[in-house]
Structures are given as structure tokens and as C-alpha cells.
């Protein structure tokens, strides 16, 4: 928000995008359920047989953090950089695609493939959906409320001993996650065409609240494109050593007057 201070003009345009408000993200959300569920899994069923050094524990667990911590730094970082922005949501992404192919080559392990859309498997977790969630006062306490209670629903999907019923519930979860992210990055790159980048967006404001200064100053506004102008002094002519107006749009612009003329 551009506030104004002490009586000075300000700018029209809005100089930051605001940030935050992942929380109610269905995308956030389905990755918060993720990486409990991993790391649930993980406990479950990775041994030292199946997992000696523990290598596959660390990279699951790892993936599904990194869908969910990028989610919230992209939006946080959505202020001053839309570029930060995009580039953080397609690494939530690209993480959450690892995980599935962990979970994937899991079922494969097990001498299995993972359940089609059509099977009745398949679809029961394909119809697991978030509830909508209410009025929030307490941003975090609420929000982790509301997924402990997606998360119950959850349960009952995974709450098995059959590791692969486990892994293709989460296979499916980390789908759907993936599809809400690539609408998430087509919608902040046409946000991007629209408004521009903050560093476009900082050179507007400054020329808007320079334009506004120098007219409460008392310059004239340009004859040519109606911008506002600064005094100058000539170099070189017959005019030489004598001030004039110039406009403040200069080269683009080669609008000037006298500075009788006010």
C-alpha cells in the first residue's frame, strides 16, 4: 500500500503485490497432507532392510518439505518479485514429481503398477476432496486445525498395513497437487504480463510521485503529452545560459517551453 507522508503527493500505481495467504491454498494444503504422510510412511514401512542407509527416508521426506516450504516462500516472496514467485511455485512442482516417482518405483518394487483412474481404487482416492474451510482469526492455529481434519479424512484411505495401497493414495494426492501448482504458475505468469514486474513498477511510482512533486512546485505540464516538466538550463545556441522548461519524459518526449510560460 502507498501511503502518503507528511503531505507529499504519492503514486497511484501499487508498488507491492500483496503476499502471503497460502494457508487457504487446496495446493498447500494437499502438500502439508503430503509430507506428514511421507513422513508417516517413512516410519512405517522404510527398514533397514529396504532402506540401509537410510538414503530414501532422507530424499522422500526431503521432496515432500520442499513441495510444501517453496508454496510458502513463493508467496511470501510474491511482494517485490513475481519472478521469485513463479520460480519457487515450479519448484514446489518439480519436488512433488520426485516424490511421486519415489512412491511410483515403491509400487514397482512390490511387482505392481499404480491404480488407474478407472479401477474402483482409483477413484476413491481420486474423490477425496478438501473441505471448505471457514472464517479464520488465528491464521496458524486455525489453519493447522483445519488440516488435522482434512487429515483425519485422509486416514481413511491410508490408515493400512499395505504399503502399496499407501503409496498409490499418495501417488494420487501428489497428482492432483501438481495440476492445482501448474494452474497456480499460469495464473501469476498472465498476472505478470498484466501488471509488470516490481522493478517496472518502482520506476512508476517514482516518476508518478516526481511528476506530482514538481506540479505542487508550480512546472508546468508538458504542450506535448501532458507530463509534467523541470527547469533546465541551455548549453549550447543562442540560447545558451538562459532556462527553460523541459519535459520530465525526455527522450521520448521533446516537449519544452519558456519559462515565462507557467
Not at 1 to 24: A, H, W
Not at 130 to 159: F, M, N
Amino acid at each position: 500500500m502507498n501511503e502518503e507522508i507528511k503531505g507529499q503527493p504519492v503514486s497511484k500505481t501499487k508498488l507491492f503485490d500483496p503476499c502471503g495467504g497460502y494457508r487457504r491454498l487446496n495446493s498447500f494444503t494437499f502438500s502439508t497432507l503430503i509430507y506428514l504422510e511421507t513422513i508417516r510412511f517413512c516410519e512405517r514401512f522404510l527398514t533397514l532392510k529396504n532402506d540401509p542407509k537410510g538414503r530414501l527416508y532422507d530424499q522422500m521426506v526431503q521432496a515432500a518439505r520442499s513441495g510444501r516450504a517453496n508454496i510458502m516462500e513463493g508467496s511470501e516472496r510474491s511482494a517485490t518479485s513475481k519472478e521469485d514467485e513463479i520460480k519457487l511455485t515450479d519448484v514446489a512442482r518439480a519436488s512433488l514429481s520426485e516424490l511421486m516417482g519415489d512412491y511410483e518405483i515403491w509400487i514397482l518394487r512390490h511387482d505392481q503398477s499404480p491404480w488407474t483412474k478407472e479401477s474402483p481404487e482409483g477413484r476413491a482416492a481420486a474423490e477425496f476432496w478438501l473441505d471448505q474451510p471457514g472464517e479464520w482469526t488465528d491464521w496458524v492455529h486455525d489453519s493447522c486445525d483445519y488440516i488435522r481434519a482434512q487429515r483425519k479424512k485422509l486416514l481413511q484411505l491410508t490408515e493400512t498395513e499395505d504399503s502399496v495401497v499407501v503409496a498409490n493414495v499418495l501417488l494420487v494426492l501428489c497428482k492432483r497437487t501438481i495440476l492445482l501448482l501448474q494452474a497456480q504458475i499460469k495464473s501469476q505468469g498472465e498476472q505478470f504480463a498484466q501488471q509488470g514486474g516490481f522493478r517496472e513498477r518502482m520506476s512508476a511510482v517514482r516518476l508518478e510521485t516526481r511528476d506530482a512533486q514538481q506540479q505542487q512546485e508550480g512546472a508546468p505540464v508538458c504542450p506535448e503529452c501532458g507530463k509534467s516538466m523541470r527547469s533546465m538550463i541551455a548549453k549550447r545556441g543562442r540560447n545558451a545560459g538562459n532556462a527553460f522548461w523541459s519535459c520530465t519524459a525526455y527522450p521520448a518526449c521533446n516537449g519544452t517551453r519558456p519559462c515565462a510560460a507557467k
